[in-house]
C-alpha cells in the first residue's frame, strides 16, 4: 500500500485570521502538514511554533530556500501580496493567498503567468465558495428552480472595528472594495460563471479621516437579463447575505460569505405565492474545504486552471468596477 506524503505548508503572516481560521483549519486538512510559520512578530512565532510543532526560519530568504517546503500561505496585508507572491513562485513553490490576490489587475496577471510557466498552483483564499450553503444554492438555480431569475441583491457590511489593521492603509492595500466587496462581487461570478456582465453604475465613497474607499455600489446586469445590486460598506450594522427573485420564486440565505464553523445555515424559499419553506444545511468548517480544495487542484491541470482562471475573472471584474467608479466617487458627503 502507497503512503502519500503530506503536502507541507508554511503560513507567512500571523495576524488574527491566520492564528484563528487558517492554523486550525490547515491542521485539520487531510494531506496538509504545517511545517513552518512566518512573521515579524517574535512572540506569536515562538507560540505557534510550540503549539503547531512546527519551524520557523530567521529570513524570509532563508525560508524561500527550504526544499522541503511545497506551499506557502500569504496572510500578510493585500499591498505586499505581489512582491512577495512573486518570491514564492520563483522559488518553485505553490503559492496559496488571501484575498485579494493582488491589487492591482496587472499584478494577478503577472503572476498567473509565472505560475503556468513553472508548472505550480496559485489559489485565491474565498472560503465559502466550497461551503455546502453556497454549493447547494449554486445547484438551486442551476435547476431552474426559481424559473428565469430577474434580480439578485446581495451585501456585505462591517461595524466600526476597533483594530482596523491594514484596512486603513493605502500603501498595505486597504479598500473597501478589495477586502469587502469582493465577495458579492466573486459570488455573481461562480453562480452565473458563463454571463457576460455590463457595469450599469458604481460609486465608491472616500472617507474624510482615512485615504481609503469605505464604502461602495454596483449595478450589474447580465446577458441573460439577470440585474444584480451589489452593496459593501464598513462602519455599518452587519450584513452578510445573497436575495435571489425569480419569476416563479425566491431564496434568501444568511451569512453566506462568513460564519463559524458551527453555523447552521439555511436557504430560505419564497414559492411563487409567497409561501415560505427552508431548506436547512449542515454545519461545516468552510476553511477545510477551501484547503482541502486547494490541494487537490496540485497536480491536476483541470483544476488548477480552474483556479487561475477565478482569480483573473475577479481580478478584471474588480478592476472594471474601481475604474468606472473613478468619475462617481464621494469624499465625506460631497463628490470629487
Not at 21 to 43: M, Q
Request: charged share 25%.
Amino acid at each position: 500500500m502507497t503512503v502519500l506524503k503530506n503536502k507541507k505548508i508554511a503560513v507567512w503572516g500571523l495576524g488574527k485570521h491566520s492564528l484563528t481560521n487558517i492554523l486550525p483549519a490547515i491542521h485539520i486538512t487531510e494531506g496538509l502538514e504545517i511545517y513552518g510559520v512566518y512573521s515579524r512578530n517574535k512572540v506569536i512565532v515562538k507560540e505557534c511554533c510550540k503549539k503547531w510543532d512546527c519551524k520557523t526560519w530567521n529570513t524570509i530568504g532563508n525560508m524561500l530556500l527550504d526544499s522541503n517546503l511545497d506551499i506557502i500561505y500569504l496572510a500578510t496585508p493585500p499591498g505586499l501580496h505581489y512582491e512577495q507572491g512573486l518570491k514564492v513562485l520563483q522559488s518553485n513553490k505553490h503559492l496559496w493567498c488571501e484575498k485579494p490576490f493582488t491589487t492591482e489587475l496587472k499584478e494577478s496577471e503577472n503572476l498567473i503567468e509565472i505560475s503556468d510557466q513553472s508548472n505550480l498552483s496559485v489559489c485565491e483564499g474565498f472560503m465559502y465558495l466550497y461551503h455546502p450553503q453556497f454549493i447547494k444554492l449554486k445547484k438551486y438555480i442551476d435547476k431552474w428552480e426559481l424559473g428565469k431569475i430577474k434580480s439578485v441583491y446581495s451585501r456585505f457590511g462591517l461595524p466600526k472595528l476597533d483594530n482596523p489593521g491594514f484596512r486603513f492603509n493605502k500603501q498595505l492595500g486597504g479598500s473597501c472594495l478589495l477586502d469587502v466587496g469582493c465577495y458579492p462581487v466573486s459570488a455573481i461570478l461562480d453562480l452565473f460563471p458563463t454571463n457576460n456582465i455590463e457595469i450599469l453604475s458604481t460609486f465608491m465613497r472616500n472617507s474624510d479621516s482615512v485615504p481609503v474607499d469605505v464604502e461602495g455600489r454596483a449595478h450589474l446586469k447580465l446577458d441573460s437579463g439577470i440585474n444584480c445590486v451589489l452593496e459593501w460598506a464598513y462602519n455599518r450594522a452587519y450584513r452578510n447575505d445573497i436575495d435571489i427573485w425569480g419569476e416563479s420564486g425566491s431564496i434568501y440565505t444568511d451569512k453566506i460569505f462568513s460564519k463559524n464553523s458551527d453555523y447552521k445555515p439555511s436557504l430560505q424559499i419564497r414559492d411563487l405565492y409567497g409561501n415560505l419553506s427552508k431548506i436547512d444545511i449542515e454545519s461545516k468548517n468552510h476553511f477545510e474545504l477551501m484547503l482541502k480544495s486547494f490541494s487537490d487542484s496540485i497536480g491536476n491541470t483541470n483544476k488548477t486552471n480552474q483556479q487561475r482562471e477565478r482569480i483573473l475573472k475577479l481580478a478584471t471584474l474588480l478592476d472594471q468596477i474601481n475604474y468606472n467608479s473613478s468619475n462617481t466617487k464621494i469624499k465625506g458627503n460631497k463628490y470629487v
